[in-house]
């Protein structure tokens, strides 16, 4: 939100009630094109409870909620519409504390087992002072194992942070606060899969994964610690919505503001950010990894 401060000239000419008149509809105007964006007023205008009612609670009216997970379950909410392209964004504040054992995860899923596609943020919990770890993956066409991981610059859990999703012809980008930490760019013309053609919908889950969150499965959720609380808020979807059953026309627009020239690469400042993650939080990236892949797959020396 803006702030809208008024200096302190004096009223006295016709001029200035004109210009004042002017800024009122100016500023008439800014609150309409707020209230016609996409970011709903509360959780339930755009999501749903998908795993344990009980789990989830709204706050400030629903604006916000607040994930518990304990013995008896985890929980997780998914939006009530697919959306064909656009750009999903939420503000999160992680578990505090001991979190090991722990993943939270903010994502977007077609809903086809057989050939999904699936754009993964996954934040593993850890130890009290050891840092969270971001992994994130791209599923197209039912093909992952596109795992990444990077650290953060900063403590999730003590504050909110906005964590991003923009997806559309050209690209996959995944942003921390802004600042990009993962590019799928759409390589279809090296013969690389990528999610064009189905709608996803946006989910987020909580739950218990200490089989393999933290430290590879060796630092166990310690239950004492329990119930472990994230919370979410400031819903923000921007994208073609694909209504149910019926033929879309999201694929062929233009107009859409996440497809414009603006969207379609990373500008300069953006690309020395990326860079700068790469070089200094990123932990693990499957291209890499020989042991998985003895030939790095086509898309990892495909630039950005
Ligand atoms: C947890 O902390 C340890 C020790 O600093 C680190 O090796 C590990 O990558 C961290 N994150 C996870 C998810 O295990
Ligand atoms: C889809 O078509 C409808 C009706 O022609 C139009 O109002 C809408 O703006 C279109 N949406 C997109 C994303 O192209």
């Given amino acids: 939100m803006a702030n809208y401060s008024c200096s302190g000239s004096k009223l006295g000419t016709i001029g200035q009630l004109k210009y004042i008149s002017a800024m009122f509809m100016l500023i008439g105007l800014l609150i309409h094109a707020q209230l016609v964006s996409g970011r709903p007023a509360t959780f339930l205008q755009d999501f749903r409870v998908t795993w344990s009612d009980s789990h989830i609670k709204q706050l400030q009216g629903g604006t916000a909620i607040q994930l518990i997970l304990d013995q008896t379950s985890g929980c997780g909410f998914a939006s009530n519409h697919q959306y064909l392209f656009g750009r999903i964004s939420m503000k999160i504040k992680l578990i505090p504390g001991d979190s090991a054992g722990t993943v939270t995860a903010f994502y977007m899923n077609s809903d086809t087992d057989k050939v999904r596609d699936e754009v993964d943020f996954e934040f593993l919990g850890n130890r009290s002072g050891q840092p969270y770890t971001v992994q994130t993956n791209v599923f197209a066409q039912g093909k992952g194992d596109r795992e990444q991981r990077i650290n953060l610059w900063f403590d999730p859990a003590a504050e909110f942070h906005t964590y991003s999703i923009l997806w559309n012809r050209f690209h ?28 996803m919908g946006v989910y987020s889950t909580l739950w218990e994964a200490d089989d393999w969150a933290t430290r590879g499965g060796l630092e166990k959720i310690d239950w004492s610690k329990a119930p472990f609380y994230a919370y979410y808020k400031d819903f923000d979807i921007e994208g073609c919505p694909v209504p149910t059953g019926r033929p879309s026309n999201c694929s062929s627009n233009l107009n859409n503001w996440w497809e414009g020239p603006a969207y379609q690469q990373l500008d300069p400042i953006q690309a020395r950010s990326y860079r700068w ?13 020989k042991s998985r892949y003895p030939a790095a797959p086509p898309e990892c020396s495909a630039g950005i």
């Avoid at 996959?172 to 709608?199: C, H, L, S, T, W």
């Fill in 172 to 199: 996959v980008i995944f942003y921390v606060d802004q600042v990009p930490i993962r590019v799928f760019k759409n390589n279809e013309a090296i013969g690389v899969p990528f999610p064009m053609q189905q709608p």
């Fill in 277 to 289: 993650v790469r070089l200094n939080h990123l932990i693990y990236d499957y291209c890499t990894d």
